[in-house]
């Protein structure tokens, strides 16, 4: 399986931190953000990594080079200073990512989750990583019942950031930029997204103040 790590976004929110270093170098625990997935993802057995760029996205060529030093082989996706949503980065990195199931993952999240135990292929269009909702975002995404997903349902969960998508869920789509959640939606709706509750350390860095939160609890973890 192949994976990709989004690292496109401009990090608004982390500002002053990414005026000059792009969200996905930010420091956790002693290394960067996505240096955490690339070091998860060779674990797990998963070489073959895309990492799609932006916003000062030289600096992440400079920091991981061709991901020898990682044990992986690193491609990249460059997209304009504008980026491409997180679908349209997708998209855009398609013919880097081959024709199976492959794996996506945000950069700006922390977890521990053993990408080993994704499925290579899928029953379906799509599989996603769902974890309890966090407190700034009470009401989460989707509902997971049945090792199912669909748009509602009694207690939805939280989408995590990690998911395996078949290259047909991108099928109608047309270069530029669009988000990912409608494509999701509507797989959906024809039942063609499955899906696991991960109930270990996960954490999305949207905020300066969750980024020292969370580094006060991995050096605890450690």
Known sequence: MRAMILAAGRGERM??????????????GGQTLIEHHVHALARAGITELVINHAHLGEQIVTALGDGNAYGVHISY??????????GGGI????????????????ADIWTDYDFSHLPAQL?????LVMVDNPAH????????SGGRLSRDGPLRLTFSGMGVYQPALFANCTPGA???????????DAGQVTGEHYTGPWFDIGTPERLDEVNRVVINLQ
Request: a negative charge; aromatic letters at 8%; hydrophobic letters at 45%.
């Open 15 to 28: 500002r002053p931190l990414t005026d000059d270093t792009p969200k996905p170098l930010l420091r956790i």
């Open 77 to 86: 996706s460059a997209e304009p200073d504008g980026a491409l949503e997180t």
């Open 91 to 106: 998209y855009n990195a398609l013919a880097l990512l081959g024709d199976a199931p492959f794996l996506v993952v945000n």
């Open 123 to 127: 029953d379906g269009l799509a599989h």
């Open 137 to 144: 975002h009470p009401d989460g995404d989707f509902f997971l």
């Open 178 to 188: 669009f988000p990912l959640a409608p494509l999701l939606r509507a797989a959906m």
